[in-house]
């Protein structure tokens, strides 16, 4: 097996997976759209489609593409950008949690408006 570069991976063993991810971020978008999920909700997980998206192509070119000894520079931004993504993905995640909880407490309080006393 040969290497483009002095790098960790060969592109083929980086680039399976990521089309992988790729097609289940599809499938998970396609999925999305058609169901009758909250707008709010539905722009959280798009955006963390993309920086799904965004990661896995900065960790493809990290490990397959990006030689450090060659581009030095090329390869720590590829991996910085690769790890903020990661602290994005985190940051979306509380965001969803948080819209989940205001979500769930407006069906909550619906539900006690429109109750009847002998339901209480």
């Known amino acids: 097996m040969r290497l483009i570069a002095a790098v960790h991976a060969d592109p083929l063993a980086t680039w ?7 097609a289940l971020a599809a499938w998970h978008a396609a999925i999305l759209a058609r169901t009758g ?4 909700r539905r722009w959280i997980r798009g955006s963390a489609l993309v920086t799904v ?3 896995v192509a900065c960790v493809v070119a990290g ?8 581009h030095p520079r ?3 931004l590829v991996w910085t950008a690769a790890v903020g993504g990661l602290v994005v993905l985190v940051l979306i995640a509380l965001a ?3 819209t989940s909880m205001i979500l ?9 408006e429109t109750a009847t006393p002998s339901d209480a």
Request: net charge positive.
């Open 16 to 22: 399976l997976p990521a089309l992988v991810i790729v």
């Open 37 to 40: 999920t909250p707008r709010a």
């Open 53 to 55: 998206l965004a990661v």
């Open 63 to 70: 490990t397959s593409h990006v030689d450090r000894a060659t």
């Open 74 to 76: 090329r390869y720590l």
């Open 96 to 98: 969803d949690f948080v």
């Open 104 to 112: 769930i407490g407006r069906t909550i309080d619906a539900e006690r």
